[in-house]
Nanobody, 118 residues
Framework: QVQLVESGGGLVRAGGSLRLSCAASGDTGDIDVWGWYRRAPGKQREVVAQIETNGKLYYVEFAKGRFTISRDNARNTVTLEMNNLKPEDTAVYYC????????????WGQGTQVTVSS
């Protein structure tokens, strides 16, 4: 089992920045992909960015150039730096850890609210 706890959400004006952090604990040795997702009001949850254990990065189009995902293996944390935030970035942001293989096992944090005012 893996436990994930997010922090760092809040209210920010358009153009501002936020730094989300995800602290992982438990049996993280089998995790293959770490990621951030978000769910905006009235919308489905969507991927924002992912980082594989080999360091490979993936960003969804709206995150490119504005968001940066990183992982600190020593501290077992995953961070999402968000710059030039827009009102449409308002959502609950979730940390995710995934074990790949014959079956995919997903672990989720409780989410942290990000609100961007215009």
């Amino acid at each position: 089992q893996v436990q994930l706890v997010e922090s760092g959400g809040g209210l920010v004006r358009a153009g501002g920045s936020l730094r989300l952090s995800c602290a992982a604990s438990g049996d993280t040795g089998d995790i293959d992909v770490w990621g951030w997702y978000r769910r905006a009001p009235g919308k489905q949850r969507e991927v924002v960015a992912q980082i594989e254990t080999n360091g490979k990065l993936y960003y969804v189009e709206f995150a490119k150039g504005r968001f940066t995902i990183s992982r600190d293996n020593a501290r077992n944390t995953v961070t999402l730096e968000m710059n030039n935030l827009k009102p449409e970035d308002t959502a609950v942001y979730y940390c995710n850890a995934a074990e790949l293989g014959p079956y995919i096992t997903d672990y989720w944090g409780q989410g942290t609210q990000v609100t961007v005012s215009s």
